[in-house]
């Protein structure tokens, strides 16, 4: 059982990058699919999450209006698509498989059961 996380980079302030997570297994399609990015010496926090049948959407504030979570479960993927990327989103992003569908519960990483290796993501000034 596995998550794959891949599509980090480098990218000028502005510029936009697309993250993709591959799920092992068509049983990920039941859970919860979530972002999270942490910077060096930061926690790990909460950038954006989507329900199973990709009808409920939620951001962190900082996402809100620049990044786009969608899942496509006949591929068992999902993907974050990151626009007007600024410095501050430098981090290394994980993807992330949960069963908890409380709300109040996603925005943290204890709801999410499953973890991809994280992808790095550089934007420059």
């Known amino acids: 059982v596995q998550l794959q996380a891949s599509g980090g980079g480098l990218v000028q302030a502005g510029g936009s990058m697309t993250l993709s997570c591959a799920a092992s297994e068509r049983s990920f399609n039941n859970y919860v699919r979530g972002w999270f990015r942490q910077a060096p010496g930061k926690e790990r926090d909460f950038v954006a999450a989507i329900f199973r049948n990709g009808g409920r959407t939620y951001y962190a504030d900082s996402a809100k209006g620049r990044f786009t979570i969608s899942r496509d479960n006949a591929k068992n993927m999902v993907i974050l698509q990151m626009n007007n990327l600024e410095p501050e989103d430098t981090a290394v992003y994980y993807c992330?498989?949960?069963?908890?569908?409380?709300?109040?519960?996603?925005?943290?990483?204890?709801?999410?059961?499953?973890w991809g290796q994280g992808t790095l993501v550089t934007v420059s000034s």
């Open positions: 992330a498989a949960g069963g908890s569908t409380i709300l109040s519960q996603i925005y943290y990483p204890s709801a999410y059961n499953y």
